[in-house]
């Protein structure tokens, strides 16, 4: 995804010289878009005027029948039919069911198939790309990146089939070998939110299969299309390679279904991907059963620029973090901190870039901002721009709704507020950066962790030392702690995931698989005596 911010960022950038809400009722047949010549790419995905919202091996829906939008016009795209209570208890039973077949298979031949997996993706990376900036809203260069970026981790999921496992320990006893047994949970729910509405499930559903888990998806219900194309994608694999689909299931709908994911035992890990305040309800439900879950909530990131910092670096970085995806990444910049004797000059072309920025429909190739992904989300934005005046700020850039189809909003800069101000400490899923004047790293640091989220953070600096001290214990609190890079744009080599109110989640790569298993400690004696650990003699 960096490579592809990088390229979004110099395109604008010159050589740095300037620098979940309700569903909306059902739409008539004749106004989908999906029957208008210009989107027939649509069926290439297997898409229709109504589309059945599970599956579980077989294609159903009994539930409620809602419409998504185009953020980019607010025109109804397609109808979904979403699962019912029964849909759901037989969907967990089927995916409880594969799961017998699907642990007994090696953690290799896991791999071959999810690797296979991400083959399918690769050739329809395009128009699955076009149908995110479609129904999500972001522009096309991000939707195809999210695409990539489930082909990624699957690549990197088969690889690692190959590796995930224990230590041999040595043991104090003689005559004994002590070692570690990792096993698959079961069955792993995903509850995924509208920003990233594939990649979030492709680094959770690629680990989980590798580790020896089936899935069951609920994706947001305002990005349902992009959940039944992805799973038509895998069920074709799976079906190709005789396996039960319901080893990768899918569950359209809305709180209830996700109520039910939570409360159910039967579901061995639940990893939830959206707000803090509903992230917080989902930990408590899914801790009264003592289940396991995995929470990715909020963000409220910052990016600090100190005097001796690159400006060529800065200004593109704190431009697509700031404005990439209209502000609603969870890494999304929120805060800039800028030293003060670079203060003046940094918000000047940061003004000057933004007023570069194209704005238009997100699927054309040219266009570098899209809109907001729904009316609900303009009103928050309006909402966060009055109160920050209320509270002593200035817009800077910005402000206002544009006067364009859909939910567009102007990217917008806000100077004047304390680092402390009430607004500041929220996070508005909108393109709101707060920018502020500081003295010294010590002061910084300290306002850079003094928020409830912990997830992205990043400086920019030529001192080796300060760079080391931001890692280090006194420095950044962030799951996230960046140096000369913007907040977002995460590779998927690396967990994923925050501290604090973000959660504690740890998603994708490194050893974040060991999130999907179960460990076991395993003594075993081959000897012909008894003896007992710290020496005790029980005779």
């Not at 989908?32 to 077989?58: M, T």
């Not at 990233?196 to 888990?213: D, K, Q, S, Y």
């Not at 069920?235 to 809305?254: F, R, Y």
Request: charged letters at 20%; a neutral charge; one cysteine or more.
């Amino acid at each position: 995804m960096w490579r592809l911010a990088r390229t979004t960022c110099e395109q604008t950038v010159k050589s740095c010289k300037l620098f979940r809400p309700p569903c909306r009722p059902t739409a008539l047949m004749s106004t989908l878009l999906i029957n208008h010549p210009q989107y027939s790419w649509l069926q290439e995905l297997g898409l229709r005027e109504e589309n059945a919202g599970v599956y579980n091996g077989h294609w159903r829906g009994g539930g409620e029948v809602i419409t998504t939008y185009c953020p980019a016009n607010n025109e109804p795209i397609a109808r979904i039919r979403q699962a019912s209570s029964e849909d759901y208890e037989e969907t967990i039973k089927e995916a409880k069911e594969a799961w017998k077949m699907w642990a007994e298979i090696p953690a290799p031949k896991r791999g071959e198939i999810v690797r296979k997996i991400g083959d399918a993706l690769r050739e329809k990376i395009r128009v699955l790309g076009k149908l995110v900036s479609l129904e999500m809203g972001k522009i096309l260069v991000e939707g195809i990146g999210e695409v990539q970026e489930y082909v990624d981790i699957c690549d990197y999921a088969a690889g690692l089939s190959r590796m995930i496992g224990g230590p041999v320990l040595p043991s104090e006893r003689p005559g004994h070998a002590l070692i570690e047994q990792w096993n698959p949970l079961g069955l792993v729910g995903i509850i995924t939110a509208f920003n990233f509405p594939v990649a979030v499930f492709g680094w959770n559903n690629a680990i989980a299969l590798i580790t020896g888990n089936v899935c069951v998806w609920k994706g947001a219900p305002t990005t349902s299309l992009v959940s039944i194309a992805v799973t038509k994608i895998i069920a074709k694999v799976l079906e190709d390679n005789q396996l039960p689909g319901a080893i990768c299931s899918l569950t359209c709908g809305g709180a209830d279904i996700g109520t039910a994911m939570a409360k159910d035992s039967r579901v061995n890990l639940l990893s939830f991907t959206g707000s803090t305040q509903v992230g917080k309800q989902v930990a408590l439900t899914v801790q009264e059963r003592f289940g396991k879950s995995l929470l990715e909530l909020g963000g409220n990131n910052a990016i600090i620029a100190f005097e001796d910092a690159d400006l060529c670096l800065v200004l593109p970085s704190a431009l697509f973090a700031a404005v990439g995806t209209a502000g609603q990444r969870c890494t999304s910049v929120r805060r800039l901190f800028l030293h003060e004797s670079i203060h003046e000059e940094v918000v000047s072309r940061l003004k000057g870039a933004y007023s570069q920025i194209r704005v238009g429909n997100p699927w054309d190739p040219n266009i570098l901002y899209g809109p907001l992904h729904t009316k609900q989300a303009v009103s928050m934005f309006l909402r966060a721009v009055e109160e920050a005046k209320k509270q002593g700020g200035t817009v800077a850039f910005g402000g206002k709704v544009m006067d364009h189809p859909g939910n567009y909003v102007e990217p917008t800069i806000i100077t004047g507020l304390p680092h402390d101000a009430p607004i500041v400490h929220e996070e508005t899923f909108a393109p709101i950066l707060y920018v502020f004047k500081f003295k010294n790293e010590r002061e910084v640091f300290g306002w850079n962790n003094e928020v409830k989220q912990g997830l992205s953070s990043s400086i920019f600096t030529k001192d080796l030392g300060r760079i080391f001290r931001w890692l280090g214990p006194k420095g950044s609190d962030c799951g996230i702690v960046n140096v000369n890079i913007p907040t977002s744009g995460a590779e998927i080599g690396g967990a994923f995931g925050g501290e604090k109110h973000t959660g504690g989640g740890r998603e994708s790569g490194s050893d974040a698989w060991k999130q999907y298993m179960r460990r076991s400690t395993c003594t075993i004696n081959y000897s012909t005596d008894l003896p007992l650990a710290q020496g005790i003699k029980f005779e």
